[in-house]
């Protein structure tokens, strides 16, 4: 009796397997255009102006986070700050706004002044209204020019990848002012 119930158990999940395998989708499927009208390998440069402003009563980043030694750092590690940072067409704050830098950054070297950052650049006029890049990486802010990956994007960007060399222009205080050169393929 016992070898009768193994045997139809047995057979049950076989039956059951094969049924299940059948009827399952497959895990990836190859299109040769994964978007309507998407149009792979486009080569575009960008050049605006990021500002970031900390003081005054309107700063458009702002500490979140600090670690118990930061404000015994001479260079702040462990700060983090959140931003909305204006992009402009050129280096005066009054400037037509294209866009917004919308992230994070935060002192990640011991040694050196250096931030990670993690920033959306969503763009808000013009040909790439409505579009977004993916900013991440290591910004050595006392070097000249900096570069950081361009790792993604939406809209107009869809796969996007390619790097941003920052630059900074001004420096009063702790507000920024940071030419930024961005070369995508998308």
């Known amino acids: 009796m016992a070898k009768r119930f193994l045997l139809l158990l047995s057979l049950f999940s076989a039956l059951l ?7 399952s989708e497959a895990y ?26 900390i003081s005054g009563d309107k ?9 118990p030694g930061t404000n015994s750092s001479a260079i702040k590690f462990g700060v983090i700050m959140i931003a909305d940072d204006p992009l402009t067409e050129g280096p005066d704050p009054s400037s037509k706004e294209i866009g917004r830098a919308q992230g994070m950054y935060a002192s990640t070297d011991l040694k050196d002044l250096i931030f990670t950052m993690v920033f959306n650049l969503a763009f808000t006029e013009g040909q790439f209204k409505g ?16 570069e950081m990956p361009i790792i993604g994007g939406t809209g ?7 790097y941003a060399q ?6 009063v205080g702790q507000d920024a002012v940071v030419e930024y050169n961005v070369f995508i393929w998308h």
């Open 156 to 162: 107009c960007f869809r796969f996007a990848r390619g």
């Open 17 to 23: 397997l094969a049924v299940t395998v059948t009827e």
């Open 131 to 146: 579009s977004t890049l993916s900013m991440y990486g290591r910004n050595a802010i006392m070097s000249k020019v900096r």
């Open 28 to 53: 990836t499927t190859t299109t040769p255009t994964p978007f309507q009208g998407y149009k792979p390998e486009k080569f575009t440069h960008l050049h605006f102006y990021f500002h970031d402003v």
């Open 166 to 171: 920052a630059k900074t222009y001004k420096l």
């Open 59 to 67: 700063p458009t980043a702002i500490r979140v986070a600090e670690a």
